[in-house]
């Protein structure tokens, strides 16, 4: 009988060897007792069994390695995919003139909004037929699939943009919310005294040929909550206006897609 012979993975061990060297040279540094030792890795082991690992890491760590890796890059900056993000959205059609209607309730509640943008490459040519993927919470600041009675898909959709890179969606103006707080994550922010608000938003994904995949959000001036998002995931380049023409609100940024190299 053959043993198979396993591939040694470089990247994997390169990788695992530096998160322990800088481990390691964490726990000098913070001089960690054992008892401290012990309660932090309870405290992980906590995080996993409540499932809340791609929250932390979320709301902790993945601001910081968008900001490392795009700043100094052209196009629009990526924020936060989030915990809320679900897969197979339904496609949505444009049955109220020219714009799509994100999947919602009939009698769903909360300020109309219309909400439009353009999709264009770093080279300047707009990006026809571009996948835009949209997702938000409700008017009770909740998502659908997660902490919301609401059908699976609510407030959630795709739709592909015109010939020009335009598009425009129909939905509700989003509310600011607060991350769960009734686990260790929110231990975590009861240790170092932070707020769990993040400020209202928008998730939009865009897949276009021959491009990197963009995954960012949108906010808006003058929310209370934009300065100390708890995520840490607002750009100046994601702002925009939400304005009211005749008691609808409407509102639009444009977005810029890197090519693959």
Do not use: C
């Not at 909004?113 to 949209?134: I, R």
């Amino acid at each position: 009988m053959q043993t198979e012979t396993l591939k040694k993975n470089e990247r994997v061990e390169e990788v695992f060897n530096l998160f322990i060297k800088h481990i390691q040279g964490f726990l000098q540094e913070a001089k960690l007792n054992h008892e401290e030792y012990t309660n932090f890795v309870d405290w992980a082991d906590r995080l996993g069994r409540k499932g809340e690992l791609p929250l932390f890491a979320d709301v902790f760590l993945e601001t910081h390695v968008l900001r490392a890796m795009y700043t100094d890059k052209p196009g629009t900056q990526p924020s936060l995919l989030g915990p809320y993000f679900v897969e197979n959205s339904p496609k949505v059609e444009a049955k109220d003139g020219d714009a799509y209607i994100l999947t919602q309730r009939p009698d769903e509640k909360g300020e109309i909004m219309y909400f439009k943008g353009n999709v264009s490459s770093t080279n300047g040519k707009p990006l026809a037929n571009t996948k835009v993927e949209m997702w938000q919470n409700d008017a009770s600041g909740k998502y659908s699939s997660f902490d919301s009675d609401a059908p699976k898909y609510n407030f959630r959709g795709h739709f592909f943009t015109d010939n020009n890179g335009d598009f425009e969606v129909r939905s509700i103006v989003p509310l600011p919310y607060s991350i769960p707080t009734d686990g260790p994550t929110g231990e975590f922010l009861d240790y170092t005294e932070q707020h769990p608000m993040r400020p209202a938003h928008l998730h939009l994904m865009f897949e276009a040929e021959g491009h990197e995949t963009l995954i960012t959000q949108v906010f808006f001036e003058g929310d209370e909550w934009l300065e100390t998002d708890v995520a840490d995931g607002v750009r100046l380049d994601l702002m925009t206006t939400l304005r009211d023409e005749n008691g609808v609100k409407k509102a639009e940024l444009d977005f810029v897609m890197r090519e693959e190299n």
